[in-house]
């Protein structure tokens, strides 16, 4: 079955930098776009970027631009989130996404924490 597990998370300073991990199985990993979506306490779920299913095309929110860098191995079936320059409200559970076939699939997620 599909599986996408998270690691990497972590606390951090302000300023500091964390690579999360995504690593996929129970699918072809390069059919598919992967995104990262991280969830605040008391807030909804957010995209926080996107990889198309080659690598070749990225997308980001607005807050993350210029300090958080997706990327992709898929010989190793996994998805990567280079978090930089990181700021208190980046604190959340960051999640692993995919949708294959219109079904969403996540998984358990990782807590990040930027904190002095």
């Known amino acids: 079955q599909v599986q996408l597990v998270e690691s990497g998370g972590g606390l951090v300073q302000p300023g500091g930098s964390l690579r999360l991990s995504c690593a996929a199985s129970?699918?072809?990993?390069?059919?598919?776009?992967m995104s990262w979506y991280r969830q605040a306490p008391g807030k909804e779920r957010e995209l926080v970027a996107g990889i198309t299913s080659a690598g070749s095309s990225t997308n980001y929110a607005d807050s993350v631009k210029g300090r958080f860098t997706i990327s992709r191995d898929n010989a190793k079936n996994t998805v990567y989130l280079q978090m930089n320059s990181l700021k208190p409200e980046d604190t959340a559970v960051y999640y692993c996404n995919s949708v294959l076939s219109s079904l969403v699939y996540w998984g358990q997620g990782t807590q990040v924490t930027v904190s002095s």
């Open positions: 129970g699918f072809t990993f390069s059919n598919y776009r």
